[in-house]
Each structure stands twice: as structure tokens, then as C-alpha cells.
């Protein structure tokens, strides 16, 4: 339901930017649809939600693919490109309690209560923060696990992106809202991309309409730290960014599973550059999958080498390390 929603929402804003045409919604279901009894970081595929809309994309059944950002690997396969990133919502965690803990926050719950997260990022940051808190992994959809939190005892409380929940209309169910002070960010959440092929310059033309400028060079960001990485939904990397009178602010870290041990710094940089006319081969620049034809070039490169510094920053540090464990445990 929740991708539907998204997907309607840039049709929308394709028809009102070109009403002479016309847009048809094809439905799929993808590998992480249907493997709903294995938590995200088991399975193993990096293009879980992508690979079956991919295979479409590259057969010309489908022209664009919606995703959520978070979903989408920071190296496309070849031929593919985000064409679009959208004005980004809230890219924070929230907390939606169980019935019964109403008005209730995490500093507040009992101990021993079991919070429900697929996320090894999320979890890694609140059990260091909470650690009289128990966390479990809860997988499905937003309806299915929503329901789980609701008709069971199993869950005190589940953590979701504040964004999916908007969308969804279920904002009132928001229980708290958790800063970057109490849970970084994933990558690219709260922010939808749309996906095309790299060669087809019509559709390319149409979708970049869509770009907003300061949340792409903040995903260009966020994205070459975690590639720099070579992060993923199997270790824990989060980020927050901030992009105020032509500063980008990057703070990026990287968690053990149990988060006792973390790495976490923050960067700056200008991104204040004038759109210049980049006529020629420099058009269609991908930077971390994205390209972004109305965002002046040095702007998103100066975005993107921030993202690379903080990662050679973290990794200078000992980040290989604590992320190596992390993927070791996590495989185990």
C-alpha cells in the first residue's frame, strides 16, 4: 500500500506537470516482498526491493520505477540511473506504541519491554542508549506490522520511518520522534527516487523536472559516505545532513550490532555554486546513481566528496573493523 501511495504521488506530479500525458501504474511484487519470515540484513541480496522493477525497467515494460531511496544500492547496475530525487519528508525515527503504553516514551517504558525493528541501524543505536529495552526483529509491511504491534503482547512498541507513516495518513500514531541525538538517520530515508533507464534522455528530460535541490546533494552525500563505506543493510551505518546558507553539514557513523562500540563525526563543505550551462558529455554525471541535470555539477560534487572524506575520516579511525564484526556477527 505504502509504495502505491508513493508511486501515485509522483504520477500526480507528472500529470500536473505534463497533462497531455498519459501514465500507467503497473504493480509488482519483488524478493523482499515475498521473504517475510527472514530479517533484511539474513537475506543477503542487495537489490531486494529492485531487481524484479529492474528487470521491467530494462525489457521497456515499465520507463520509471518509484522507490523508496533507502531501498536503492549506492552502485546501480549498468544502464540504470535515478532520474529523480523528490523533496525529502521527515527523515526521522518514530516510535508507534502498543495501545496500552499510549503517552508513553522509550526512557519510559518497563524494563524488559520488547521493541520491534528490522533494522540493525536502529537497533544498534537504542540498545546502547536504552539498554534496559529488548529488541526484536519484526518484518512486513507497514499494515502487517502495525497489526503485529496491535492485536499481540508480543511488542511494547515498534520503531518505523516517520516518513512511511505520513504517507500512510497515520501520523496521529506517532508515539515519540527520535532526534539525531538519540537515532541517526538511514541513508536516503524519507526521500523517493525514481528510477530509469540511463540512456533514455525523453524520460530523463521529464523526470529531472521532479529534482529538488537540496535533497539531492544531501542523498549524494549520504550516499558516498555509506558506498565509501561499502555499508549496507547488513551492518549498521546512519547519517544525519543539514544543508543551511549554502553548508552542507554531514554527520555519519558506524555502530557494533550491540552498539557499544561507534564512530561518529561530522563534516562540512560548501555547496553554494551557481547552475552553470554544462552543455556536452557532462550532462549526465552519475554521481552515487543519481543524475541530477538542474543541480550545478560542483555543487554535487562537492556533496559527494564530503560524503567520501567522513567515510576515509571513519575509516582512519577503525571503522573497517567494527563494521567487519558487525558483518561477521550478523552472518553468523
Excluded at 75 to 93: H, M
Excluded at 226 to 248: F, H, Y
Excluded at 252 to 257: F, I, K, R
Aim: charged share 25%; aromatic share 4%.
Amino acid at each position: 500500500q505504502l509504495a502505491r501511495i508513493q508511486t501515485d504521488s509522483i504520477v500526480k506530479m507528472l500529470r500536473e506537470l505534463y497533462p497531455d500525458l498519459h501514465f500507467e501504474i503497473v504493480a509488482m511484487s519483488t524478493t523482499g516482498d515475498k521473504i517475510l519470515d527472514t530479517a533484511l540484513s539474513k537475506i543477503g541480496e542487495k537489490s531486494l526491493f529492485t531487481k524484479e522493477l529492474e528487470n521491467a525497467l530494462e525489457r521497456n515494460e515499465v520507463d520509471l520505477v518509484v522507490h523508496s531511496l533507502k531501498d536503492l544500492p549506492t552502485s546501480l547496475p549498468p544502464g540504470f540511473t535515478i532520474g529523480a530525487v523528490c523533496k525529502r519528508e521527515n527523515p526521522l525515527d518514530a516510535v508507534v506504541f502498543h495501545p496500552k503504553n499510549c503517552g508513553k516514551t522509550l526512557s519510559l517504558l518497563p524494563e524488559k519491554s520488547v521493541i520491534g525493528t528490522s533494522s540493525l541501524r536502529r537497533a544498534a543505536q537504542l540498545k546502547k542508549k536504552f539498554p534496559q529495552l529488548e529488541f526484536r526483529d519484526i518484518r512486513g509491511n507497514l499494515n502487517t506490522r502495525l497489526k503485529k504491534l496491535d492485536e499481540k503482547e508480543d511488542f511494547s512498541a515498534i520503531i518505523l520511518a516517520a516518513a512511511g507513516l505520513k504517507r500512510m495518513g497515520w501520523e496521529n500514531r506517532i508515539g515519540q520522534l527520535l532526534s539525531p541525538e538519540d537515532c541517526l538517520y538511514a541513508v536516503g530515508q524519507g526521500a523517493l527516487a525514481v528510477e530509469v533507464r540511463a540512456k533514455d534522455q525523453e524520460i530523463l528530460n521529464m523526470v529531472s523536472a521532479l529534482h529538488d535541490a537540496d535533497t539531492v546533494l544531501r542523498c549524494i552525500a549520504e550516499r558516498a559516505f555509506m558506498k565509501r563505506l561499502e555499508g549496507g543493510c547488513s551492518v549498521p551505518v546512519a547519517v544525519n545532513t543539514v544543508l543551511k546558507d549554502g553548508q552542507l553539514y554531514l554527520t555519519g557513523a558506524v555502530y557494533s550490532l550491540d552498539g557499544s562500540d561507534s564512530l561518529k563525526e561530522t563534516m562540512q563543505t560548501s555547496v553554494h555554486y551557481p547552475q552553470q550551462n554544462e552543455d556536452g558529455p557532462n550532462d549526465d554525471v552519475q554521481r552515487v546513481g543519481i543524475t541530477a541535470k538542474n543541480v550545478p555539477g560542483q555543487a554535487q560534487e562537492a556533496a559527494e566528496n564530503l560524503g567520501v572524506e567522513l567515510a576515509s575520516l571513519l575509516l582512519s579511525k577503525g571503522a573497517k573493523h567494527i563494521l567487519s564484526v558487525a558483518r561477521q556477527l550478523n552472518d553468523a
